[in-house]
């Protein structure tokens, strides 16, 4: 069965900015996309911010098996019902990439929990980055390590919650370190942060770069139906308790009553 | 050195239900606060929905070690900016303390990243709530197991992350199981949800339930400098960087300026 | 591709005892193969204490994809070298299945690290299965809960390290609880452990239970090459060095030579 | 109350190589020693391989709260007769600090159940220590990084089981990063471990890395009495079941037994 990606790009920069347009003519999200059907087992399509409803219409959403997720300039310019919207359908079950300045978005900060701050600098020094979990899925296909001749440096500590798993660390030249691939579950939806793909380098047309993406987008994709109840706190009625039982006691709620929230 | 504990209270159940205040005459919050304050080593105030900023402004939340929190009927009613400022206090190092209801809470929901969801029934049933992980200081001065001899049966799936640590898991007459007593880190801050405490039952009176209370207070409580630094994501210039390197590669931002986000 | 399974069985109470006898013509263990085998993409075999390297030689091991470990009353009869040999496949990689008893295994002590112990009685009481991670692949084709009509009680404090993920927690009659269902990660290997399967009564005949051991087997499963490397600790001499450094201080080993264990 | 400290030694690259025993006259146990005694609330004492029982009698581990571990060269000539009771201590909630070499140690690798194999060089670069997690009681009181100015490098992948917590990150002159600090809770006993260490450079008197072993053994001990009960896995007979309930079925059991293992 093809999965069904949605890349989601911010795709400011990369229509201002002469050196992303340069060299992503496509946008960063044509880009991704594009290295996600050179899988035959994925079927990728785009959708950015300056979409009706930023691409992300409910029923679009509900026909996505997993999203990748790349803003950097305009995190605040996303609507907050459509990040619930996303959210919603992570927690039912679709699979989340979130990239690189991904790390300050509205959608990645809600799942967390955390600030997801971290330290940078932009210099286009070289970082590597060490495979810590050669079995995982995400991880096939890669040396023991690989390099990105020019990145922008993230450094640690990166304030996300202890990861699931913990995939990839880079090591940069200027001296910092930094959790640079994680999971998490949410709900019933994978998460993976991968944090190289800064905007003004050619991040996204690395091979190894490319495989990441294509192994995380199959390691997310979850093919059970869509936990929809998982937004509702249902009651149990005293006489469909699994087992009998005798009520007692006062009462806050009436019978059949809806519960609060 | 005394922990500077916050009893966050809903406080209108505890006024507009005959039955909660008959039990709680000083509040749900007031009973809490007493437990608490019972231990020595801690001291305890409180803090209600209807006070100005609820009770919560930044400077009390300045000099708060650890807040607990018990809502039910009125969690929309808690302002998103002081919801943001608790959050940033739990970053920084506060303990947080969330209860029965709570879960339900913007704030857990938002430190969580996940619907927090849960089944229920209110039949006054018997719950058994089992100590799972017997040395973890929360688990601390009870058996085996302890009773709360009428309780709402709060049932899994429990829609929260994977706990750091899994400290209690109830049995109840009506057949369902929850785990009852979970812990978390979020930036700086511990976090313990634990789920007894339904307002039309005496369960803050209950001696086990004041026992894990205090425990959890003192577990939760972090002596260290708040994390202030938390919610930055500071440039590290490339004179600075801790290993000498030589700036190379186009730029998106200029020398100095402040990152996106 | 085909999963290729190996189910291992003590096969000791499977020919001694009349009642697991007659539950189990073919031994546990044929009935659990018989249940994975009801799949096309597994394919199941067995081995049992009593073969020569209780049927698991070194090439049979390379080539087992998963393997599930049913044991009871012999553990201390599984000689050490097979147990070493068995983790050092799961490290490498290979699946494995921890069923009932086999709590007590010494491969499952070994890859825990903890003393896996329970509380346990043998009433024919009744256990409700909950399903606490609705979208794990090892829930898939379940209710929110099943019945084991008749079981023996597992009970917590189950001594285990905390679980990556918990996938089913247990209700029993007599008023206990236990993570009847968790999983974990040792190098390379997938671990899930299931409780459920008292071999006198005919657990391993029910369909729910049938479903997650071949749900388990599935999810088990790693298609990526054997981490054969992951038992060394290889030296990276200095000019091997991925960034060129230059050697100072004095030294404990003389080039070249091999670290020590 | 004080904290009481043993620092096991393998005492035998302390004594036999020159370097090392100018570096520690009173070995790197004495060392270790004297910068926890230098903590009022630590009272440290030492015991190496060559004494009896290796310094770990019966009644000396009952009286131990936190047991720190360096080993390097005669792993293997611990015996596993004292492993299986220094883990038994951890399971009752001795806390354990492992430093350096002692990840190819055997109680490390049996507490841990991985293979805990990593990358390594002699060559006397620099390590930088990063804080990830600035909040944690084992990183207060130091910077945001620190400096070893000789060491050892550790690279990964290291195959230990995703931590609890990840504490420390390294950085390595040569292009490599490790995982240099992370936690593990096993039954009741937190465990910690550390990688800087290696014998020939001074690094256990270097003030960041003292201030390290002393948060770490304060971190690691847990004053709740000793929870010898976790070994056994004890009946529960019908009658004395939480809940009342009849007995049925068949049995392997016979009434009062005691259980297989």
Request: hydrophobic fraction near 35%; include cysteine; aromatic fraction near 10%.
């Amino acid at each position: 069965m093809t999965i069904r990606a949605v890349v989601w790009g911010e795709n400011v920069h990369d229509r201002e900015n002469e050196t992303v347009r340069s060299l992503y003519p496509d946008g960063m999200h044509g880009a991704i996309a594009g290295a996600l059907n050179a899988d035959p087992a994925i079927s990728a399509t785009t959708a950015t911010l300056d979409q009706p409803e930023h691409g992300l219409s409910e029923s679009r959403l509900r026909d996505t098996d997993v999203l990748t997720w790349w803003g950097h300039k305009a995190h605040g310019d996303v609507e907050d019902a459509i990040v619930e919207r996303v959210a919603r359908r992570v927690w039912e079950g679709m699979g989340l990439i979130v990239l690189h300045s991904g790390h300050f978005s509205k959608i990645f900060r809600k799942l967390m929990g955390t600030p997801c701050s971290l330290k940078w600098r932009e210099a286009g020094e070289k970082e590597r980055v060490w495979v810590i979990n050669p079995l995982h899925p995400i991880a096939q296909g890669l040396g023991q390590s690989f390099i990105v001749p020019e990145t922008e440096m993230y450094g640690e500590p990166f304030a996300i919650p202890e990861p699931l798993e913990t995939v990839f660390i880079s090591w940069y030249d200027g001296g910092e370190v930094f959790r640079s691939g994680v999971t998490y579950r949410r709900g019933g939806g994978s998460i993976f942060y991968f944090s190289p793909g800064h905007e003004v380098y050619p991040i996204y047309h690395d091979p190894n770069v490319q495989t990441v993406l294509r192994n995380a987008v199959k390691w997310a994709y979850n093919p059970a139906p869509a936990l929809t109840g998982i937004h509702q706190a249902p009651n149990v009625p005293v006489d469909e308790a699994p087992e009998p039982i005798v009520e007692k006691g006062p009462h806050l709620h009436k019978p059949g009553e809806a519960g609060l929230r």
